[in-house]
């Protein structure tokens, strides 16, 4: 069975460019999470879906960061423009259903950014 | 704020077991205890999860304390596959935080050949 699926798996850009990450969640799963994971902050939620709707952004740092879930099997998370404080791992995973909190969560390979 | 604590590192030898330890003192009734690894430079991975009971499956085995303010999570016998960071998470029930993981720091886990 496929996983989730994130792309790109590493993207270097250049500070003020636009940066878009793309997710595929596991078929069949309505929650969709996007995370962070610095040295400094380790991982952080940054907003999360369900049922493609977003029901917590609490963790979106600043105005820059935007996220949409358009249909149950795409999500992107786009920066613009980007800042070198924006590198980072960003891991998108999903979950089965919501509101049972004995769920799983699984984890896609990540997209590595680095804005220089 | 994760809400537990876990020690930094812990190291093991391969083929031995592993005992790693967590709090989470304030925890609720209704709070899941989760544990999920980290590989390097991979995704975070589910390990196993309880409530009350103590839980067994082909990973691990978590053992729940009776008032449920700690937690150890059991790798019978450590590989070098099973170097990674542990985190130990709660997961709550109500509101916003339904599937909502919080990861604190973690426990880095070292097996030695």
């Known amino acids: 069975d496929a996983g989730v699926i994130q792309s790109p798996r590493h993207e270097v850009t250049e500070m003020g460019q636009e940066v878009t990450l793309r997710c595929k969640p596991i078929s069949g799963h309505n929650s969709l999470f996007w995370y962070r994971q610095t040295m400094m902050r380790g991982l952080e939620l940054l907003i999360y879906f369900n049922n493609n709707v977003p029901i917590d952004d609490s963790g979106m740092p600043e105005d820059r960061f935007s996220a949409k879930m358009p249909n149950a099997s795409f999500s992107t998370l786009k920066i613009q423009p980007s800042e070198p404080r924006d590198s980072a791992v960003y891991f998108c995973a999903s979950s089965p259903r919501q509101g049972v909190s004995g769920n799983t969560i699984y984890f896609g390979e990540g997209s590595w950014l680095t804005v220089v | ?113």
């Open chain 2, 1 to 113: 704020d994760a809400k537990t604590t876990q020690p930094n590192s812990m190291e093991s030898n391969e083929e031995e077991p592993v005992h790693l330890p967590c709090n989470h003192s304030t925890i609720s009734g209704t709070d899941y205890i989760h544990w999920y690894r980290q590989l390097p430079s991979q995704g975070p991975e589910y390990v196993i999860h309880g409530l009350t009971s103590n839980v067994n499956n082909r990973m691990a085995s978590l053992a729940i304390a009776e008032d449920r303010k700690s937690s150890t999570l059991i790798l019978h016998r450590a590989t070098l596959r099973d170097a990674a960071v542990y985190y130990c998470i709660r997961l709550g029930a109500g509101g916003t935080s339904y599937g909502k993981l919080t990861f604190g720091q973690g426990t880095i886990l070292t097996v030695h050949p």
